[in-house]
């Protein structure tokens, strides 16, 4: 039974067949108004880019957004809202958190289900998210653990409640990536979450707010992926040789 069938807030991972290679196991999270499915179809080079090393499952976040009208979109989800009117903006400082405990439910929920994943993956509000599941993880306040992050057009949460995750420094490998015309996250509040992290691997491109992934950039990614890669294998064989 695949995951999609098993859990309606997941999308499948790829059809290539585990058995013919060991992989990392990311957990992907969309941004604000988008779900898994539309984030994993948006995309797709990404996908492909990095399927030598890594199986990519996709969760949607577990509210729905409500459009102008005052009507919910099935297809538009947060993570949490920072507005009382139940909206969210990365640009807003000093909001609420609301629906937050729910997603870090959901979250526990997947990891028990499906995990361990090796690493989590994240874009613009789901980028925010993963840097504060990052700054939990070096507190000690997760019931799971991953072992690295990679962000999209990254920033700090600005909700009163998350602030005193950022007074220290987060021990964990991670790849940031950002756009520098990016006016939706400005690369300065990308910057800030970056100077949270003790050896930061970053990456700028000349475009907007989308996941990136040609020259460069494509490069820096398989660069990441390749040395916690070859962690996992490390790991793989200690475990084998100390059974």
């Known amino acids: ?122 874009f613009s509000q789901g980028a925010c998210l993963v840097g504060l599941l990052a700054a939990m993880q070096n507190k000690g306040y997760l019931p799971y653990t991953f072992k690295f992050a990679i962000f999209a057009s990254g920033f700090r949460s600005g909700s009163l409640v998350h602030k005193g995750f950022y007074d220290e420094d987060i021990n964990l490998p991670s790849l940031h990536v950002y756009g520098e015309s990016d006016s939706i996250i400005p690369k300065e509040m990308s910057e800030s979450l970056i100077s949270l992290f003790i050896q930061p691997v970053v990456a700028e491109h000349s475009g907007g707010h ?14 990441f992926l390749h040395d916690r890669y070859e962690e996992l294998i490390k790991d793989s064989n200690d475990t084998d040789n100390n059974s």
Request: net charge neutral.
């Open 210 to 223: 989308y996941v990136a992934c040609s020259g460069s950039i494509k490069d820096a990614y398989l660069d």
């Open 1 to 122: 039974m695949s995951e999609q069938n098993s859990n309606s807030n997941l999308s499948p991972p790829s059809k290539a067949k585990e058995t013919n290679r060991l992989k990392l196991k990311i957990l992907a999270f969309h941004g604000y108004r988008q779900n898994g499915a539309v984030f994993r179809a948006k995309i797709g080079s990404f996908r492909k880019a990095v399927s030598k090393y890594a199986q990519l499952t996709f969760i949607s976040a577990p509210h729905k957004v409500v459009n102008e009208d005052g009507g919910e979109e099935d297809d538009a989800r947060s993570w949490w809202f920072n507005a009382e009117d139940n909206t969210f903006s990365g640009k807003c400082l000093g909001g609420p958190a609301i629906g937050f405990e729910n997603t870090l439910r959901l979250i526990e929920k997947t990891v028990v289900e499906h995990g361990p994943y090796d690493g989590f993956m994240g």
